[in-house]
């Protein structure tokens, strides 16, 4: 009897230790892998940076033409150089200052088409027709290529965010309740004795996500697929209707949160067997955990 006492207890002992590698081997991934997609805006960041030198540059040389539009180029100019510098001196990335941004450099893009077009067409007229149209049309078009570039570097920034911008669920643990005649509810393992589940979770810290109310819905799901004690449905991103059984808002500040679910279930209609819970966030599922009932 003590020698299975013992051998319980040492089961007991290996099972956390495997569960704490668990959970240390995840925590490195994720911050490995928000690292890496840091690394990748700060790159994108630097290359836009390089881009809007690019463009000063051929503001100055544009305005060094003194030509009828040589005001404009300035206004122009001094726009880009404000920008380039708010952008270096960005220090944490953030996915509305992003958009500000780069609602900014398109205004920029077309802007910069139009003046430049005009520009070389003046500069165009005071050469000789023949060679400067065929320069001007070089021009325009490595001007053309350079924008499209920018175009592109910033969608892909900007898918690049959103994907970061996700929030993710570090922790999920579900508990079978069993409600006692004084109203407190303990654990228990069986179905039968279950009056609720009970959901702990955290979601993760995100810098670069948008702050605000985010809706994070509970799905219990048992061994034959049924939703258990749904209270309403709703729509994932992809359109796809799903039954939830409890829905919190929550007040997301970037910072680690921690969520307590609590389901209340009928008894009679517990069975044994295996229920999986599905978290989701918004409109998207974010993680699952799982229980088994004697």
Known sequence: MEENKKSNTKL???????????????????????KKLTDAIEVEKLEIEQNLDSM?????DAIAEKTSMSGEL???????????????????????????????ISKLEISNKKLFLLNESLASSNQLLTTNLDSANVKITKQIAKNDTLT????????????????????????????????????????????????NLTIIKNEIAEPGDR????????????????????????????SYSDLSIVNYLNDAIDLISLV????????????????????????????ALK
């Not at 000063?56 to 100055?60: A, D, G, S």
């Open 12 to 34: 007991i002992i290996i099972a956390l230790a495997v569960l704490l590698l668990g959970a240390l081997a995840y925590t490195f991934y994720t911050n490995t892998e928000h």
């Open 56 to 60: 000063i540059v051929r503001y100055e």
């Open 74 to 104: 300035i206004l122009e100019r001094d726009r880009i150089i404000a920008l380039r510098d708010s952008i270096k001196d960005l220090k944490v990335v953030n996915y509305s200052l992003l958009r500000r941004y780069k609602g900014e």
């Open 152 to 199: 592109y570097q910033n969608k892909t920034l900007a898918q690049k965010v959103a994907i970061g911008s996700e929030l993710k669920v570090g922790t999920a643990k579900v508990m079978a309740m069993k409600e006692r005649s004084n109203g407190k509810l303990v654990e228990t393992t069986r179905a039968n004795n279950t009056d609720a589940l009970r959901i």
């Open 215 to 242: 809706q994070v819905y509970i799905q219990i799901v048992d061994a034959k697929g049924t939703t258990v004690a749904p209270k309403g449905q709703f729509l994932l991103y992809d359109n796809t209707q799903v």
């Open 264 to 291: 209340e279930v009928n008894r009679d209609v517990m069975k044994t067997g295996l229920y999986t819970v599905n978290i989701y966030i918004d409109n998207k599922f974010v993680g699952a955990t799982k229980i």
